[in-house]
């Protein structure tokens, strides 16, 4: 994907975002390719399965299990 320096200023965000989710984004300024935005890779955010913050909620219970947990809040309210 390419998108110019006016367009970067414009809307970063969404530019970010592409990137982020795995798009090799190119940036050019008046018509030349000048740099090019990847996803960064951090060896910590790829184990997130231990490193998620809603699983912290849970870390240091033990008569808590998650999955109940988890069930009980898509059940919804009864009346």
Partial sequence: MEVSAKELRGKPGEVIEKAARGAEVIITLRGRKMARMVPYENKK????EHDDEIFGLWKDAEDISVEEQVRQLRKGRSF
């Fill in 45 to 48: 955010t790829q184990n997130i």
